[in-house]
């Protein structure tokens, strides 16, 4: 552990593809793993720009933004 950070989540990107179903069962493995450790984390960030509607629907609950922004 770290005595000064307080970590509230897990983070993960998905690969870089247009396959949907490729991109479904990235997104649902990283909610499995946000539920197995449920009580020591909250944050789910998964969700980019181009992916960040499909990681909201497989339980996203912070997405990043960015290149959207900029169009």
Not at 2 to 8: A, D, S, T, V
Not at 29 to 53: H, P, R
């Amino acid at each position: 552990t770290y005595q000064y950070i307080n970590f509230k989540g897990i983070m993960g990107m998905a690969s870089l593809t247009t396959d949907t179903n490729q991109l479904k069962n990235e997104f649902k493995a990283m909610k499995k793993l946000l539920d197995s450790c449920k009580n020591k984390y909250s944050v789910l960030s998964m969700g980019m720009s181009n992916d960040y509607i499909l990681a909201y629907k497989y339980g996203s609950n912070m997405i990043r933004v960015g290149s959207a922004i900029f169009q």
